[in-house]
């Protein structure tokens, strides 16, 4: 779950598969989710490529980062970033972390306007 441009969004995640109560297990899914709080109501966005779960997702400026996952569909942990801007249509494929990455954390920091230092 992220914020980009006043916007709350929920990115992949595991869904039920089967509504067979004594059946029930969870799959990764490609949905994204953005929820109007004018509307009070969840609108779907523009799916992911591939379903994933577990993922790390920030945003910077409008722009969604989603990194790495893990996935249902047979190959296990993801290491693919990807990329999206309000205004586009569809994820862009940035390039890949160098190992399969999940349950992780990805947090944005602004700029500073002056030089910090942690050993002051």
């Known amino acids: 779950m992220l914020e980009s441009k006043g916007r709350l969004h929920v990115v992949g995640g595991g869904i039920q598969h089967s509504q067979d109560i004594g059946n029930l297990y969870l799959c990764s899914t490609v949905d994204v989710l953005m929820y109007v709080d004018e509307a009070d109501q969840w609108f779907s966005c523009v799916p992911l490529p591939s379903p994933r779960h577990g993922v790390g997702a920030s945003s910077i400026g409008g722009v969604i980062f989603v990194c790495g996952g893990l996935t ?27 190992f399969p990455v999940s349950g992780h954390a990805v947090v944005t920091i602004p700029k500073l306007s002056r030089n910090l230092s942690v050993c002051d």
């Open 72 to 98: 249902t569909n047979g190959i296990g942990g993801l290491s693919e970033v990807l990329v999206k801007s309000v205004n586009m249509d569809k994820w862009n494929v940035c390039k890949e972390l160098p």
